[in-house]
């Protein structure tokens, strides 16, 4: 007899989901209180990393060609959910890599594949990723300033990125870079160029915290830096092309993780409830407190479907820009309900470090700037649905 479930995903999925979460229960989350204040390039985190390898668990949404063992980002939400479940996933997964694992893949040559996509694979690289500057709106691609010339077959770079996540760690930078003149359409005017960090010039200039928290994200300036013509990723312009492609995984990749996070509120809003403590207030029986549970059950599932749709779409080649913006948006509804939830549940103790609520609301915070603000999204979704019902047409839904 075939066993009910209510999706299709392979069984690998299924197998390494269920393999995620009890490595996560097991190792990750009895040493979350020690990894808040070691910090994700501890000895800890490699050595956690270090395990998730050894079991076979570690860049598990790499190209298949790179030793990635799931090829659909829609089969893949099952298991980056399940690795989501802690904030200190990216480290010990590789799930941050993994995105630029697969540009690398369609957009760089062999030349770049063999320097920094294998690397990469092998875990003995870090990437970043540098398109927000300091002096511009990182809402607006179209007022980067940093610049790369080409002189003499090398790119001359200068300029400044920040908020740059892993700069304590990262060994290259894909930067968005203007390569156009000040007449060039912005559709022709950025390219994405690879700087290793070690180059001349390049330099971290600070590490910045979010809430009080050191998260990896930092500052870094690109003073006279030159690297070879071949380091440019892709076509020369089509920078805003290639962030597109980059945001359409990239948002879906992170949403699943912030379901993953949301779910963990629930799990530890039910912990609240059964405890003794929760049993002794009564919990179970009040009605409030069950509308918190219901309330954050119905943003997960709902964008859990949102984010399967918009996979969907990404998988067969057809990204949808209004499904994966609204499964963003949804997405961080969630975890933003599921995480003020749980922190009102545990009362004082939930604002404090005695529970990973504080961590996950901090997350659940940057989820609506991260990747496109609220309110960029919603301009953009906005203006491409009222272009939907414009001369009597409408939104396929289907
Ligand atoms: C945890 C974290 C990790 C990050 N990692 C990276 C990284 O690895 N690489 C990288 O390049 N960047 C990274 N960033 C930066 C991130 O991409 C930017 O913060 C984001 O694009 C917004 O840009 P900004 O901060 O410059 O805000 P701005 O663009 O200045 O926007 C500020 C505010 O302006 C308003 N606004 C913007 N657009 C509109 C609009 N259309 N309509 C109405 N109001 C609007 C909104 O209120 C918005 O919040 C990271 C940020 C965070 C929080």
């Known amino acids: 007899m075939t066993q009910y479930t209510k999706s299709n995903h392979s069984d690998t999925a299924r197998s390494l989901a269920q393999a995620v979460r009890q490595f996560v229960d097991t190792h990750i989350i009895p040493a979350e209180a020690e990894l808040v204040t070691a910090g994700e390039a501890s000895p800890l985190s490699k050595q ?213 996070l949301a779910q963990r509120c629930c799990e530890l809003m039910g912990v609240r409830i059964h405890s003794e403590r929760g049993v002794a207030s009564r919990f179970a029986d009040k009605q409030l407190i069950r509308q918190h549970l219901v309330t954050a059950h119905h943003a997960i599932s709902s964008a859990r479907e949102l984010i399967r749709l918009a996979a969907r779409g990404v998988d067969a080649g057809y990204p949808n820009d209004v499904d994966i913006n609204i499964a963003k948006m949804a997405a961080s509804q969630a975890i933003c309900t599921a995480s003020d939830s749980a922190m009102q549940l545990y009362g004082a103790e939930g604002l404090s470090e005695l529970t990973p609520i504080e961590g996950i609301y901090r997350i659940a915070r940057t989820s609506r700037i991260l990747d496109g603000s609220d309110e960029a999204l919603i301009s953009s979704v906005g203006r491409k649905l009222m272009d939907y019902y414009q001369d009597g047409g409408y939104y396929h839904f289907d």
């Open 48 to 260: 956690l990393n270090r395990m998730a390898r050894e079991a076979g668990l570690w860049g598990l949404f790499y190209p298949l060609s790179h030793g990635g063992k799931i090829a659909s980002l829609e089969d893949y939400l099952l298991v980056a959910e399940q690795e989501g479940r802690t904030e200190f996933s990216s480290v010990i997964f590789g799930t941050h890599s993994a995105l630029d694992a697969h540009i690398l893949l369609k957009f760089g040559t062999e030349e770049l594949q063999q320097q920094f996509l294998q690397p990469l694979a092998k875990g003995l690289a870090v990437s970043a990723y540098g398109m927000t500057e300091p002096d511009h709106g990182g809402s607006f691609p179209s007022l980067i300033s940093t610049s790369a010339q080409l002189i003499n077959g090398q790119w001359l770079i200068n300029g400044r990125k920040w908020f740059i996540c892993n700069t304590d760690r990262a060994t290259f930078v894909t930067v968005l870079a203007r390569t156009g003149a000040p007449d060039v359409p912005i559709h022709q005017a950025l390219s994405m160029i690879i700087v290793p960090t070690n180059t001349s010039g390049f330099k971290v200039e600070r590490q910045l915290s979010l809430l009080g928290r050191h998260l990896g994200q930092g500052e870094m300036s690109f003073t006279n830096v030159q690297v070879p013509e071949s380091y440019l990723l892709g076509d020369c312009g089509a920078g805003i092309a290639l962030m597109g492609q980059r945001l359409n995984t990239g948002r879906l990749l992170r949403a699943m993780n912030w379901v993953g």
